[in-house]
């Protein structure tokens, strides 16, 4: 427990790691709508690009995951963050299609190698008492980048065009230089390892049935969540006429509303039950991406924006606490699948709501993500306590 205590700090670290690779792939969905006006992509076609960018994670992060449950990797870590904003802040610079899905890659493998190892850190160092709150802050920092990626995206293309991504490598900077002492005193606390990788090993059993329900909640998540930061700013623009840069500026307060959400959520969780937060966050989503898909007023719609921060994020820290107590012999993995899922299975089915987009238009996406906004609640209530 001491051990723990001592370390506290390294939460925070994770944290802004957190809030590095995030910060990169909120980014992503605000330069969309200047890659559509200097290249004519249709919103298919642009939205591939967010697909292209998770696929490869969705595929490659529980994998690390699992490198991590076998052997702490901290500088990978660093690498991933530095891959991350390097893939994003080249996306100005190329003009061809296939050279910006290589540079998505390359970021979306960055963001693969970050998150599984620094969540079971921050797993390591929590306590049973403050494990809701541990994992909020961890999550606070990837909502957080979520924050402040578009908004920087818009301040800076709007100074520099599409050439101002090079802006977006500067976090993962400040995070190298950070990691470079950290990981030299990581390495010097041999006890601290030692102990926080014995507290792991558990004669618990594995539960992937619960897992796979958890899982499902997941998915539905990460669907509602991408169709938002993809096509939140298209539709206000769209059906409201709203400028790009009011909209980035509504994505942008949607982020911090569910940046705070992430911590409220922890808190919450430690005061009642993963399982309750899930429940809260569900019922606060559904209110509000049935309000965003019917309401046909500027007003609600941006009064929606409230509860639908607080729904998608509240849950954040008790979906990937959940997973990890489903498989707690597989700590690494289980933050691999949970925090690759809650992004990357939303960038693949993204596409092909671009299409129905194209098609007709963008207000039958958000149908789509009210009639959908059910499921999560269904599960939630089914999910296992503990």
């Not at 090079?166 to 190298?176: C, K, N």
């Not at 899922?341 to 993204?350: D, P, T």
Request: aromatic content about 10%; some cysteine; hydrophobic content about 50%.
């Amino acid at each position: 427990m001491r051990e723990k205590e001592s370390n506290g700090y390294v939460k925070y670290i994770m944290s802004f790691g957190h809030f590095c690779v995030d910060f990169t792939q909120g980014t992503l969905s605000a330069v969309l709508p200047f890659l559509i006006a200097s290249y004519s992509y249709s919103y298919a076609t642009a939205a591939t690009l967010v697909m292209v960018s998770n696929l490869i994670g969705s595929v490659i992060q529980p994998i690390f995951g699992h490198l991590a449950d076998k052997i702490d990797r901290p500088h990978l870590m660093t690498l991933g963050v530095v891959m991350a904003g390097g893939g994003m802040c080249v996306v100005g610079f190329i003009p061809s299609y296939a050279g910006l899905c290589i540079a998505v890659v390359i970021s979306g493998i960055g963001v693969a190698m970050f998150h599984p190892q620094g969540a079971r850190m921050v797993n390591k160092v929590a306590t049973e008492e403050n494990m809701g709150m541990s994992m909020g802050i961890f999550s606070f920092g990837g909502n957080a980048g979520f924050t402040v990626g578009p908004a920087l995206a818009t301040f800076a293309m709007y100074i520099a065009g599409l050439k101002g991504t090079l802006l977006f490598f500067v976090p993962a900077l400040i995070f190298a230089c950070i990691m470079t002492v950290f990981y030299r005193n990581y390495e010097s606390q041999d006890s601290f390892v030692k102990e926080s990788d014995e507290a792991l090993i558990t004669k618990e059993k594995d539960r992937w049935g619960a897992f796979a329900g958890l899982g499902g909640f997941i998915v539905c998540r990460s669907i509602i969540f991408s169709c938002i930061s993809t096509f939140l700013i298209l539709y206000l623009m769209e059906e409201y006429g709203l400028s790009e840069q009011v909209g980035s500026l509504l994505l942008s307060l949607y982020y911090g509303l569910s940046a705070l959400a992430s911590l409220l959520g922890g808190k919450l969780a430690d005061m009642t039950s993963f399982k309750k937060t899930m429940i809260i966050s569900s019922i606060l989503l559904l209110i509000a991406a049935i309000l965003l898909a019917i309401s046909g007023s500027v007003v609600i719609v941006i009064i929606a924006l409230i509860p639908l921060g607080l729904g998608i994020s509240l849950c954040y820290s008790s979906m990937v606490a959940m997973g990890q107590n489903y498989l707690p012999n597989h700590v690494g993995l289980a933050s691999g699948v949970t925090l690759g899922l809650s992004v990357s299975i939303g960038g693949i089915v993204v596409p092909f709501l671009g299409k129905i987009g194209d098609l007709y238009n963008l207000s039958y996406i958000f149908y789509i993500v009210a009639g959908l906004s059910v499921l999560p609640l269904v599960i939630s209530c089914l999910l296992p306590k503990k």
